[in-house]
């Protein structure tokens, strides 16, 4: 299923991101991951979603001793959407 119509990406795509040694723990990450940047935004919560699936009890509990807390620290990202000036989104 096609996630990000503005940077057409799936479903897949984001599942194949979060796979890593070093997964992505943003939808943000993800976009980076995947060679692209947020457009318009609305596809950030499902991304969140699909890595929180993807990445199980790890999503939930990931933030001491867990070998992604390094990444979770960079975690709380904001991205302006170059389309729209002054908006900026938390992903």
Do not use: W
């Amino acid at each position: 299923m096609i996630v990000c119509s503005c940077n057409v990406f799936s479903d897949h795509d984001v599942r194949n991101a979060v796979t890593g040694a070093r997964p992505p723990r943003t939808p943000g990450q993800v976009y980076g991951c995947l060679g692209c940047s947020a457009q318009c935004g609305r596809c950030a919560r499902t991304i969140k979603a699909i890595m929180d699936e993807a990445l199980g009890a790890c999503a939930k509990a990931c933030c001491s001793g867990c070998p992604h807390s390094a990444a979770h620290a960079e975690s709380h990202a904001l991205v302006a959407l170059p389309d729209r000036p002054g908006i900026v989104v938390a992903v």
